[in-house]
């Protein structure tokens, strides 16, 4: 009775330890996920995954707190500490409502990088597959930190690899702001160029110096 007994214990503890492997990995149209705590709900065909969330879609690598998969929607809700890397772009925000079919997302507090290219907002909306709206914003290409110069503008219309076109932008020197404009187009190369010209001095009869 004893041995039997024990038999018993033996198989609850091996398959409750098989369950948890299971759920740890889980994987459906090309999305693995894993995380301390992984569940399944098979009502709205969604996964939940907390704690150390990793989730991988193709050539993106997605870490987050905690995170909620819709199958259905081809949907991923990142709360706390997201990240979304992928060969082009570093997204940062606090959070994330991502479609891994269309790739467009909605960051909160968002932070994108590409190359030496920065740009940051309360809002972040990712619109194509290179371009983004980005509200209450800044941007700079300068890499040291704090930058040692950037535009903050009410909104950013940017192209990574294009421009950017800030509405109402102010320059910013060392966090200063030195002058203000009301729209600027700016290169968003990601490697360095020109973005700033000396001016030159001219007259002319018509417009005078």
């Given at each position: 009775?004893?041995?039997?007994?024990q038999?018993?214990?033996?198989?609850?503890?091996?398959?409750?330890?098989?369950?948890?492997?299971?759920?740890?990995?889980?994987?459906?149209?090309?999305?693995?996920?894993?995380?301390?705590?992984?569940?399944?709900?098979?009502?709205?065909?969604?996964?939940?995954?907390?704690?150390?969330?990793?989730?991988?879609?193709?050539?993106?690598?997605?870490?987050?707190?905690?995170a909620?998969?819709?199958?259905?929607?081809?949907?991923?809700?990142?709360?706390?500490?997201?990240?979304?890397?992928?060969?082009?772009?570093?997204?940062?925000?606090?959070?994330?409502?991502?479609?891994?079919?269309?790739?467009?997302?909605?960051?909160?507090?968002?932070?994108?990088?590409?190359?030496?290219?920065?740009?940051?907002?309360?809002?972040?909306?990712?619109?194509?597959?290179?371009?983004?709206?980005?509200?209450?914003?800044?941007?700079t290409?300068?890499?040291?930190?704090?930058?040692?110069?950037?535009?903050?503008?009410?909104?950013?219309?940017?192209?990574?690899g294009?421009?950017?076109?800030?509405?109402?932008?102010?320059?910013?020197?060392?966090?200063?702001?030195?002058?203000?404009?009301?729209?600027?187009?700016?290169?968003?190369?990601?490697?360095?160029?020109?973005?700033?010209?000396?001016?030159?001095?001219?007259?002319?009869?018509?417009?005078?110096?």
């Amino acid at each position: 009775m004893r041995i039997a007994l024990q038999l018993v214990i033996f198989v609850v503890l091996f398959s409750s330890s098989f369950a948890f492997a299971q759920l740890s990995t889980l994987s459906d149209e090309g999305i693995s996920i894993n995380g301390d705590s992984v569940s399944r709900d098979y009502e709205t065909k969604s996964v939940i995954g907390e704690g150390h969330v990793e989730i991988g879609m193709g050539d993106q690598k997605l870490s987050c707190d905690k995170a909620i998969v819709n199958l259905k929607k081809n949907e991923v809700v990142a709360q706390g500490n997201v990240l979304l890397v992928s060969t082009m772009t570093t997204i940062q925000g606090s959070k994330i409502t991502y479609n891994f079919k269309s790739k467009l997302a909605k960051i909160e507090n968002g932070f994108v990088e590409s190359g030496q290219v920065v740009f940051e907002g309360k809002r972040v909306e990712k619109t194509g597959e290179n371009t983004y709206v980005v509200e209450d914003a800044n941007f700079t290409s300068c890499t040291t930190c704090p930058p040692a110069w950037s535009f903050s503008g009410s909104k950013i219309n940017a192209e990574v690899g294009g421009y950017a076109y800030i509405k109402y932008p102010v320059l910013r020197v060392a966090d200063f702001p030195v002058f203000f404009l009301p729209m600027i187009l700016i290169p968003l190369k990601s490697t360095r160029q020109t973005g700033l010209l000396v001016p030159e001095l001219e007259i002319s009869k018509q417009g005078g110096v």
